[in-house]
């Protein structure tokens, strides 16, 4: 972990932060990972992807990318784009580097935590250690940094 970490509780207003920066990075990804699907595989009158196959495989494509923009932040120094602008970095309960087993454990365990309308995110209030579901789930837990210290001159 890092050494300007605090175990504090991460308010999930500041998970929304990181979380809508890194959507607006995902969705220029998506957009331009999705080009090859929307010039080849379009049908040609209606401008959609129609066949059945290749609508999952587009769907499996498309949760690979954001699969993989997520494992690398969270295996590679615990931090995506998003969580490094709000000061907060994924470490696992040992407070050592998350693994890839625990990377994909989170993701699938945070998607299940958003259905119930955020339920699994807010049941840290609830939780001893003011944990989420999918930092339950996954062995691994959010910190929130410290601002670094300023040098003086």
């Known amino acids: 972990m890092n050494d300007n970490a605090t175990p504090a509780l991460v308010h999930p207003l500041r998970r ?49 990318l954001i699969f993989g923009y997520f494992a690398l932040g969270w295996c590679r120094g615990g931090r995506t784009l998003g969580m490094r602008s709000w000061r907060l970095q994924l470490v696992a309960r040992d407070s050592g580097p998350v693994t890839v087993g625990q990377a994909l454990r989170r993701f699938a365990a945070a998607l299940l935590a958003w259905l119930p309308l955020g339920a699994g995110v807010l049941w840290q209030y609830r939780d001893r250690d003011g944990l989420t579901w999918h930092d339950r789930l996954s062995g691994t837990r959010l910190v929130q940094l410290k601002k670094p210290q300023k040098k003086s001159a």
Do not use: H, R
Not at 23 to 42: C, Y
């Open 16 to 64: 929304l932060a990181a979380m809508a920066y890194d959507t607006v990075l995902l969705a220029g990804t998506l957009i331009l990972a999705g080009m090859p699907w929307a010039i080849f595989g379009a049908n040609e009158e209606t401008g959609y992807i129609s066949d059945e196959p290749q609508k999952t495989l587009f769907f499996i494509w498309n949760l690979g």
